[in-house]
């Protein structure tokens, strides 16, 4: 079986899951999907505050930006342009998408 070349092959047919712009060392994310909404938990392993641009492989056409330890949200909007994000040393933020139109999970009956 013939391997050689398959990553670079795979990478340059299949668009990343989440396009990080600039590439920034140190940054990784998990992806969940569940039914409408998409959910990125992105992380800051290092110890340089990185500002980098994230795009997702989703049509969905909007975002909130929640803090990854209380909840609260940090932002929103449109993901048409991408989504600037700003993470200090090891910090982690959740990026969660859907369609406008897609109501909200609710906890309790109460928005978090």
Same mark, same amino acid.
């Given at each position: ?34 039914? &409408?909404?998409?959910?990125?938990? #992105?992380?800051?392993? !290092?110890? %340089? +505050? ?6 997702? =492989? ?8 929640? &803090?990854?330890?209380?909840?609260? #949200?940090?932002?929103? !909007?449109? %993901? +048409? ?6 993470? =200090? ?18 906890? !309790?009956?109460?928005?978090?």
């Amino acid at each position: 079986m013939e391997t050689e070349g398959l990553a670079d092959a795979l990478v340059a047919a299949v668009a990343p899951d989440l396009g990080i712009s600039p590439p920034a060392p140190g940054i990784g994310f998990m992806h969940r999907h569940c039914q &409408d909404i998409d959910v990125y938990f #992105v992380a800051n392993t !290092g110890p %340089t +505050t990185r500002r980098f641009r994230i795009a997702a =492989r989703t049509s969905a056409g909007s975002y909130e930006q929640w &803090d990854a330890m209380s909840g609260r #949200v940090l932002g929103a !909007g449109v %993901t +048409t342009e991408g989504i600037e994000l700003t993470l =200090r040393p090891y910090e982690a933020t959740v990026v969660v998408l859907t369609e406008p139109d897609v109501e909200w999970p609710l906890a !309790g009956g109460v928005r978090q």
